[in-house]
């Protein structure tokens, strides 16, 4: 049930798109990431922003090539999607999050 504290909570009000992680969303995920690689150049967007365009594509359907302007361009952010894909990063995400919502709900 909605009460106006549950809406406070999960209200998208803000952000930049709806698919975009809150910060308290990113706080969960964000010790799953996996780190840079040490050696190379350094990344020009951070790892929230490239999964925040992931989410914008995969939540709306959208072609890799109709990415907007302000988020990672569609050659960073697929091959981030394809590298984490490949590793089982979206997986192990899941993973967490559904042993999280059955330990919060009292189920082994």
């Given amino acids: 049930m909605w009460t106006p504290t549950t809406r406070r909570q999960h209200s998208r009000a803000g952000l930049r798109y ?29 790892t ?14 959208i072609a890799w090539r109709l ?4 988020l ?6 697929f091959g981030y999607f394809a590298r984490w894909r490949d590793d089982g990063l979206f997986g192990r995400i899941n993973h967490t999050l559904v042993m999280a919502d059955r330990e919060r709900a009292g189920r082994a």
């Fill in 18 to 46: 709806e698919t975009d992680l809150t910060d308290a969303e990113w706080a969960v995920i964000a010790p799953l990431m996996p780190e840079p690689a040490p050696c190379g150049r350094p990344p020009v967007w951070t």
């Fill in 48 to 61: 929230r922003e490239v999964l925040n365009a992931i989410f914008y594509v995969l939540r709306g359907g």
């Fill in 67 to 70: 990415i907007p302007k302000d």
């Fill in 72 to 77: 990672p361009p569609r050659s960073t952010t």
